[in-house]
Each structure stands twice: as C-alpha cells, then as structure tokens.
T-cell receptor, first 121, second 105 residues
Framework: GAVVSQHPSRVICKSGTSVKIECRSLDFQATTMFWYRQFPKKSLMLMATSNEGSKATYEQGVEKDKFLINHASLTLSTLTVTSAHPEDSSFYIC?????????????????FGEGSWLTVV | KNEVEQSPQNLTAQEGEFITINCSYSVGISALHWLQQHPGGGIVSLFMLSSGKKKHGRLIATINIQEKHSSLHITASHPRDSAVYICAVDNDMRFGAGTRLTVKP
C-alpha cells in the first residue's frame, strides 16, 4: 500500500486562485520532504527540499512566493501554488524520507507520492 | 550539462529480452535510486543503492562508486515492464532524464 499519500490527485482551478497540495507520510516520520515538478515527457525537476520545522530550501529559479511550502509536522508537508496561472499547470510530486521507518531503519529510503495533476484554466 | 546522464533515452525490446539501462553521474553521492514511472505519473521506487548489487525479482541494479556508474537490468522483459525508468542521485535528488522502455509482445 501507499507509504506517502498525496492529495488531491487531480485539481482544476481558475487562474488567479491558489491551490494547496498535501503530502503525508502514512507510517513513518518524514523528517525531509521533497517537492518536484514534471512537465510532459520531461524528467522530474526538484523544486524544494523541506525539513520539518524549518523553512524550505528552494532550487534556483523556483519562486518562493509563488510556491509556498510548509512542513509543519513530521507527517505532513503542503505545497501551495499561489495566484496560479495556466503555465503553472503541471504534474507535482512529493517524496519523503525519515525516521522510524520499519522498512528501512537507516532512514535512507525515499518514498514517492502518487503525484498531483494541476490544471489552471 | 546534467549531472546525471542516462542512456538510452528510448528503448524498444521484444518480450523476453534482457534489458540494460545505464546511469552515470558526476558528483559524489551517498546513494543512488532507480525509479519507475508508469503512464499517468505514479512513481515507484525500485532500488536504493550505495554499493554493490541488489536484486528484486527480475530486476537487478548495480553500482560502481569509483566509476560513478549504475545499471538497471531487467531479465525476461515483459510488456508490463513498459515504463519510464529514472535514476536519481541522493544528497540533493538530481534526476536523470529517464529511459522510456517499451516491451513489445
């Protein structure tokens, strides 16, 4: 079953509105979460890395005020696309790595969410 | 230049063939991941390697830290193996461009 749950899987929003995507670790504490974006037929692009309780580290070229990332608890990180525009339409994926993972006590395994399709109209 | 290079970009095989996908990287890493992405987007983590070799069913992954190179092998390939295979290096999660594999019956 899913180890990392992402919600919603698909969302359509109007241009100018904001949309929030949630990423939850289901049975381990996600000390680090990653957010990615993927354009059609392109590879994943890391947007930001967030550690629980601290500000996210954004990759070069990713607008911090546009893509707000919150990692307020050990099981939840959110990505909010603010004032969305059609060019923000994309596939967004999160992944998580952490502690108290009975599958991998080293905490090195990274688990991916199912992804969220965002369409801005 | 991408720090993670994958080859080939596209691969078409007949069912039953042995498949090899290669990944080279230019930075020091603590681990390398092989991922599988099916149409529709969902990603499955296949392997995480820091040394040597791992096997899971028909999938085998190897890594040579000195040469900064990893390979993913699929034995007795099947149409359901058709997907995009992506390698990613840890530390800061840099991804290869992916290899689109199509296995024909």
């Amino acid at each position: 079953g899913a180890v990392v749950s992402q919600h919603p899987s698909r969302v359509i929003c109007k241009s100018g509105t904001s949309v929030k995507i949630e990423c939850r670790s289901l049975d381990f504490q996600a000390t680090t979460m990653f957010w990615y974006r993927q354009f059609p037929k392109k590879s994943l692009m890391l947007m930001a890395t967030s550690n629980e309780g601290s500000k996210a580290t954004y990759e070069q070229g990713v607008e911090k005020d546009k893509f707000l990332i919150n990692h307020a608890s050990l099981t939840l990180s959110t990505l909010t696309v603010t004032s969305a525009h059609p060019e923000d339409s994309s596939f967004y994926i999160c992944s998580a790595r952490g502690s108290f993972d009975f599958r991998d006590p080293s905490g090195n395994t990274i688990y991916f969410g199912e992804g969220s399709w965002l369409t801005v109209v | 230049k991408n720090e993670v290079e994958q080859s080939p970009q596209n691969l078409t095989a007949q069912e039953g063939e042995f498949i090899t996908i290669n990944c080279s990287y230019s930075v020091g890493i603590s681990a390398l991941h092989w991922l599988q992405q099916h149409p529709g987007g969902g990603i499955v983590s296949l392997f995480m390697l820091s040394s040597g070799k791992k096997k899971h069913g028909r999938l085998i992954a190897t890594i040579n830290i000195q040469e900064k190179h990893s390979s993913l092998h699929i034995t007795a390939s099947h149409p359901r193996d058709s997907a995009v295979y992506i390698c990613a290096v840890d530390n800061d999660m840099r991804f290869g461009a992916g290899t689109r594999l199509t296995v024909k019956p």
